[in-house]
């Protein structure tokens, strides 16, 4: 081999140089996500959080940044060198870990946070972020929901990180402390029991805590000035509701219905699983209500439109508070599992409407199966949804996990009859309380229950193309898309 000239030596010398220096340096920061089918880059790997500690300050206006401190109690389940949160839609003043000051970059909706030092696995970890969290994004985007009295939050599907930084996923569920300080003519309500309230000056602090682990999107935070209404429900249960102060009286008929709706879902699928129960009634306009963990979003709307017929607005309401059963207390492990927040809280809506006003359960069954090869082409199959589109998220909640979800557990009642599925209800809550669940366990259990393997069953009616024949109704028909 030849002799290198002195001028290649350097050249493969400097590269050679430049090549170790690159391998000891740490990777650029990325944005990184636990794997989940419909939104890969949510939620955070190596550590598992415990509890978060979030403060507020609100100033009385609602179109201005809030300052916050977000205090999250985690622990390591990998050595890591950075520590990734989902966080976008506000400015980072500063970073802690475990006491001592952390660097931190934005990359995507990450915060990428580099600690002074490498954290071995399975120790405690606590994360302090200031920063501020705006309420002046995108329209109807998820986050903060502007009212016109104040804000509240609508953090479903993966909007949770537009408010606080954390590991914004289900399947990390965690406990909750809120400290929110607004200006003294202002009520503050939060998930939770209240457990304390300040006066300093002209604003109070107010302090609400979790009973429960809670999943990031089910946050709520109401701002206004609001009327906070109690009442007891069945076995001594709190019951609270926060509306517009001027709305009080209009509103009373409708939240009188709570503490029998409550009565009703325990008796079909048992106690109510939360230490407090209440809907947040906001004076906005976003399209949808939302099952927040004990304390519901509702629109005004909904209850002050004549259009809409009392029967109908009775079972919203027990929609979404089935939903603290299935969704809140029983979370989903990836959002392709949603079917089973949605499927349930329809077939109890439904159910309700039966049992109140005589909307036949089986001719709306009926509707959904003669649809339900069209919204699977639209929307893929029950408990394989297809991604929402691009900018346009709560496309993820089509009619394929309402109804198109409901029609699977009809057909499931009428596989195994109407005592074991009773049964099947009762335990999957019951196992499941405070934790998170797929698809794959509620199979499981179903086959236990029904003292035979329904793989097969659920295979056609949870992942098919096509919806299989209606089992006890061979005279049903799907009116399949054009070319299907």
């Known amino acids: 081999m030849p002799l290198l000239t002195r001028r290649a030596r350097a050249v493969s010398l400097a590269a050679a140089s430049a090549a170790l220096v690159a391998a000891t340096l740490p990777a650029a920061p990325v944005p990184l996500g636990i794997g989940d089918p419909l939104f890969p880059h949510l939620g955070n790997p190596g550590y598992d959080v415990l509890a978060y500690d979030i403060g507020l300050t609100y100033d009385g206006r609602n179109d201005e940044p809030l300052e916050a401190v977000t205090t999250i109690d985690a ?19 500063s970073v802690a870990v475990n006491g001592a000051d952390a660097g931190f970059q934005s990359t995507g909706e990450d915060l990428v946070v580099s600690p002074a030092r490498r954290i071995p696995a399975g120790l405690p970890l606590r994360i302090t972020v200031r920063h501020t969290s705006d309420p002046t994004g995108e329209r109807n985007s998820g986050g903060w929901v502007r009212t016109a009295d104040g804000l509240a939050m609508a953090n479903q599907a993966d909007a949770g990180h537009r408010v606080f930084p954390g590991n914004d996923h289900p399947a990390d569920k965690a406990y909750f402390t809120f400290r929110v300080t607004a200006p003294d003519d202002l009520t503050v309500v939060a998930n939770g029991f209240p457990t304390g309230r300040s006066r300093h000056g002209s604003t109070t602090t107010w302090t609400y805590r979790t009973a429960h682990p809670m999943a990031t999107e089910l946050a709520q935070v109401s701002i206004g000035t609001s009327a906070v209404v109690r009442r007891t429900g069945p076995h001594g249960l709190p019951v609270r509701d926060v509306v517009p102060a001027a709305d009080r009286e209009r509103l009373e008929p409708w939240l009188s219905k709570t503490p029998g ?14 230490e407090n129960y209440g809907i947040l009634v906001a004076d906005t306009e976003t399209g949808f209500e939302l099952e927040t963990q004990t304390l519901s979003l509702f629109e005004k709307r909904l209850f002050t439109d004549d259009r809409y017929p009392e029967w109908y607005v009775d079972s919203v309401m027990v929609h979404e508070l089935a939903h603290q059963w299935f969704g809140d207390s029983v979370s989903p ?5 949603l079917w089973l927040n949605e499927g349930h809280a329809s077939w109890y809506e439904a159910r309700y409407a039966e049992d109140h006003a005589g909307k036949s359960l089986e001719e709306r069954m009926r509707g959904a199966y ?55 209800e009762r335990l999957w809550v019951r196992e499941h309380r405070d934790s998170n669940a797929a698809t794959a366990d509620f199979v499981r259990l179903a086959s236990r229950v029904a003292g035979r393997d329904l793989t097969a069953f659920f295979d056609g009616w949870l992942y098919g193309e096509r919806t299989p024949p209606m089992p006890g109704h061979p005279d049903w028909h799907s009116n399949a898309p054009a070319g299907a």
């Open 370 to 424: 003669t649809w339900s090869d069209t919204w699977r082409a639209a929307g893929g199959p029950p408990a394989r949804p297809a991604a929402p589109a691009p900018g346009e998220k709560i496309s993820l909640f089509r009619p394929v996990v309402y109804d198109g979800s409901a029609l699977v557990l009809y057909a499931l009642r009428e596989e195994i009859g109407p005592g074991a599925f009773d049964r099947l």
């Open 261 to 274: 709706q409550l009565e009703w879902m325990e008796r079909q699928v048992g106690r109510y699983p939360f």
């Open 333 to 337: 492990k990836t959002w392709s599992d």
């Open 75 to 93: 622990r390591t389940t990998e050595p890591l060198e950075r520590i990734n949160l989902d966080f976008t839609r506000g400015t980072v003043h």
